[in-house]
T-cell receptor, first 115, second 109 residues
């Protein structure tokens, strides 16, 4: 069962709000990812959690902070976002991050609008 | 800088035809290759993966990989209007996926 779930589906938040996006995978995968996707652009990697180790895309601003409570859950905490942060936020998981042959599965995404 | 190049399209084909989508990549160390389908407003859906040179078939989809020429392609046989979507080519080196910008496919009835 290739299932990654994300909540909420839609989120509207002001620039002074704090909110969190949640992601859960039920496949026993050991690597989870956050991507950001703007319209008509490919997904951009933000964070990778693999074997309890966090890897960060250094271009991601600090107003985004990931949290991995356990191996099947991945949260993305949002604080003081800007309107340009409005995008589709995608969570993905894979069996491992560095193994040669692995397949990465995406959740349905959270559509975030910052007002 | 690792790059994955795709023609942005749109690629227009009539229903029942073969759609051919192409992708080139710059990193010779790339090991794994994937095709994702993405409908407008939805998340990417993995439809094919290929790891070795040659062809891999799954239903109406065939992925082709040529590492010497650094290209990977996706053929969709008997195209259906429901195949209309953006197709993302993704290439993996050691750890992360690099996506192309995607090719929009339009299948007309």
């Amino acid at each position: 069962d290739t299932e990654v779930t994300q909540t909420p589906k839609h989120l509207v938040m002001g620039m002074t709000n704090k909110k969190s996006l949640k992601c859960e995978q039920h496949m026993g995968h050991r690597a989870m990812y956050w991507y950001k996707q703007k319209a008509k652009k490919p997904p951009e990697l933000m964070f990778v959690y693999s074997y309890e180790k966090l890897s960060i895309n250094e271009s991601v601003p600090s107003r985004f902070s990931p949290e991995c409570p356990n191996s099947s859950l991945l949260n993305l905490h949002l604080h003081a976002l800007q309107p340009e942060d409005s995008a589709l936020y995608l969570c993905a998981s894979s069996p491992r991050a560095t193994q040669k042959n692995y397949e990465q599965y995406f959740g349905p995404g959270t559509r975030l609008t910052v007002t | 800088q690792k790059e994955v190049e795709q023609n942005s399209g749109p690629l227009s084909v009539p229903e029942g035809a073969i759609a051919s989508l192409n992708c080139t990549y710059s990193d010779r160390g790339s090991q794994s290759f994937f095709w994702y389908r993405q409908y407008s407003g939805k998340s990417p859906e993995l439809i094919m993966s290929i790891y070795s040179n040659g062809d891999k078939e799954d239903g109406r989809f065939t992925a082709q990989l040529n590492k010497a020429s650094q290209y990977v392609s996706l053929l969709i046989r008997d195209s259906q209007p429901s195949d209309s979507a953006t197709y993302l080519c993704a290439v993996k080196g050691y750890s992360t996926l690099t996506f192309g910008k995607g090719t929009m496919l339009l299948v007309s009835p």
